[in-house]
Nanobody, 128 residues
Framework: VQLQASGGGLVQAGGSLRLSCAAS????????IAWFRQAPGNEREFVAA????????IYGDRVKDRFTISRDNAENTVYLEMNRLKPEDTAVFCC??????????????????????WGQGTQVTVSS
């Protein structure tokens, strides 16, 4: 599946952004979709993932209670709503896909190696 992330930009601390990940090429509803991010000099960090039917979502510790992942299978799109943004959220955000029948997401869905298809990143910059 081909993925295209968008929606990044510059925002002040405390603000909000919504990222989109549009998919094409395969049956979107067969895939678990995740967001990862990477800041300069840092390792790639898991942000959030959502199961095929939206029944299960998981979040990284640093974003839970601030970020919300959702999907619209009719539109082949996954969203990441980011609220109360902090300067430490500044990073390139990427979406990734893994074909999976998992109903409940687990530890493996936090690992980048689980995902086979990756989109290009979108830059999020949070100013203090």
């Amino acid at each position: 599946v081909q993925l295209q992330a968008s929606g990044g930009g510059l925002v002040q601390a405390g603000g909000s952004l919504r990222l989109s990940c549009a998919a094409s090429g395969r049956t979107f509803s067969n895939y678990v979709i995740a967001w990862f991010r990477q800041a300069p000099g840092n390792e790639r960090e898991f942000v959030a993932a959502i199961s095929r039917s939206s029944g299960s979502t998981i979040y990284g510790d640093r974003v839970k209670d601030r970020f919300t992942i959702s999907r619209d299978n009719a539109e082949n799109t996954v969203y990441l709503e980011m609220n109360r943004l902090k300067p430490e959220d500044t990073a390139v955000f990427c979406c990734a896909a893994a074909m999976s029948s998992a109903i409940v997401l687990g530890r493996q869905h936090r690992r980048g190696s689980t995902y086979t298809d990756w989109g290009q990143g979108t830059q999020v910059t949070v100013s203090s």
